[in-house]
């Protein structure tokens, strides 16, 4: 089992709509979680950190469920620019790194 | 502009071709790594660099070699690159072990290895 699992999506909406992703995890011990977003052939860009209370910016919400180790993202009122891939990322204790999923993608449609 | 660079930015060689892909950033950053981003993997790390001559494997080293003789730089080399090692390359770079969630990542580095 992967250590971090994502629906690769993809994720078809228009615009304005409500979308929600979620993102497993299997170390139970893991500490800290983020979502990157990833333009196609880009570099990920930090979206945000998920804190144990949820975490708003704007119209993305997340927030993280540890009884059941996941985290999700909730984008409102989805715009064109929104359309990316979406990865998650957790920072298990005492470890320099970040494990990713392979990231589910969103496409906005007009 | 506060920026990690990496190149060359694509990539086409033979089977035991010795390459170097360069990475350098600018924001003095003390850690490094390197990814290498397959289709349904996501992002896998290679190696890293907590600082100047401190480097450690990440889950897919095998193949490659790295070094930090300076700060700003951290080149990723494969000696004897194979198919299997086509791929897209990551380099990223964060202030320090305890901020390494704020990755900044270089554009990506293009390989593919006939």
């Known amino acids: 089992r992967k250590e971090v699992e994502q629906d690769p999506g993809p994720f078809n909406v228009p615009e304005g709509a409500t979308v929600a992703f979620n993102c497993t995890y299997s170390?139970?011990?893991?500490?800290?979680f983020f979502w990157y977003r990833q333009d196609c052939r880009k570099e990920p860009k930090l979206l945000m950190s998920?804190?144990?209370s949820g975490n708003e910016d704007g119209r993305f919400t997340a927030q993280l469920n540890r009884a059941s180790q996941y985290i999700s993202l909730l984008i409102r009122d989805s715009k064109l620019s929104d359309s990316a891939t979406y990865l998650c990322?957790?920072?298990?204790?005492?470890?320099?790194?970040?494990?990713f999923g392979a990231g589910t993608r969103l496409a906005v449609h007009p | 502009e506060a920026q990690v660079t990496q190149n060359p930015r694509y990539l086409i060689t033979v089977t035991g071709k010795k390459l170097t892909v360069t990475c350098s950033q600018n924001?003095?950053?003390?850690?490094m790594s390197w990814y290498r981003q397959d289709p349904g993997l996501g992002l896998r790390q290679i190696y890293y660099?907590?600082?100047?001559?401190?480097?450690d494997k990440g889950d897919v080293p095998e193949g490659y070699k790295v070094s930090r003789k300076e700060k700003r730089n951290f080149p990723l080399i494969l000696e004897s690159p194979s198919p299997n090692q086509t791929s897209l390359y990551f380099c990223?770079?964060?202030?320090?072990?305890?901020?390494?969630?704020?990755?900044?990542f270089g554009p990506g580095t293009r390989l593919t290895v006939t």
């Open positions: 990322a957790v920072k298990s204790g005492g470890y320099n790194k970040l494990i």
């Open positions: 170390n139970s011990a893991s500490q800290s």
């Open positions: 998920v804190y144990s």
């Open positions: 924001m003095n950053h003390e850690y």
């Open positions: 660099s907590m600082n100047v001559e401190v480097t």
């Open positions: 990223a770079s964060a202030y320090q072990r305890d901020r390494v969630h704020e990755q900044y």
